[in-house]
């Protein structure tokens, strides 16, 4: 089988190196190739890909958000997340949003090669110096329940916007989709932050994932 590529990277330097050492891999073929969020999913349509290597700082969108359009609208397609991002914030935000792996820029071409094959298959590949976020993670979930923050303290609008919040969203976006200011979406993420407790927005996600609210 090969395995259609798709590169999805705002920097060009980045695409061409990419170019370079997939497209000299036996059984990978570089099928296109985008620079924006809106180009990424043009290029999903015309292109099939089997995996696209996703940036996350993308000009127009998130890579998260592109990943979560692209998966609603061709759920086969497998995301490998390709950033400089290194926090758990970014790494459960696109693993919750469907991709099958998150590599580091830093990584030996041999790990992105490794999780490009995974991904064609239907396995994950998480780089292993993050995968530890998902074992911490999975600690924590242990502690008893009455350490859990209570979402009851949430008005209606507080649930949405955290709902947004934890898929990622951005608040240009909530605001756009909510129909309120970005300001507004600000006022009620420090809300939200301090009735729960939370004091980052990958603690957010994770809260969100236990809750029920969105799916990991």
């Known amino acids: 089988m090969t395995i259609r590529l798709l590169l999805v990277d705002d920097h060009a330097v980045v695409r061409s190196g990419l170019k370079m050492l997939l497209g000299s891999q036996k059984g990978m073929e570089i099928v296109g190739e985008a620079a924006s969020a809106a180009e990424a999913l043009q290029e999903a349509e015309r292109t099939h890909p089997t995996v696209i290597l996703m940036d996350i700082g993308l000009p127009d969108k998130t890579g998260i958000e592109a ?3 692209i998966k609603a609208r061709f759920p086969d397609v497998k995301i490998v997340a390709l950033t400089i991002h290194e ?3 970014y790494f459960f935000q696109m693993l919750n949003a469907g991709a099958s792996g998150y590599v580091p820029k830093r990584a030996a071409p041999d790990e992105l090669i490794t999780a490009i094959n995974a991904a064609a298959i239907g396995e ?7 995968a530890k ?3 911490r993670d999975f600690l924590n979930t242990e502690r008893p329940s009455e350490e859990k923050p209570n979402l009851d303290g ?3 609008r507080e649930h949405e916007v955290l709902t947004h919040l934890a898929e990622g969203s951005s ?7 909510l129909v309120i200011s970005p300001k507004t979406v600000e006022r009620h993420r ?3 932050m301090r009735k729960l407790n939370l004091h980052s927005r990958a603690e957010l996600v994770r809260y969100a994932i236990r809750k029920g609210i969105i799916k990991a």
Not at 124 to 130: I, N
Not at 171 to 177: L, P, R
């Open 67 to 69: 990943t979560r359009e």
């Open 124 to 130: 994950v590949y998480l780089y292993p110096s993050l």
């Open 87 to 89: 926090d758990e914030e």
């Open 190 to 192: 420090e809300n939200i």
């Open 171 to 177: 608040n240009d976006g909530i605001a756009s989709a």
């Open 133 to 135: 976020f998902l074992v």
């Open 154 to 156: 949430l008005t209606d």
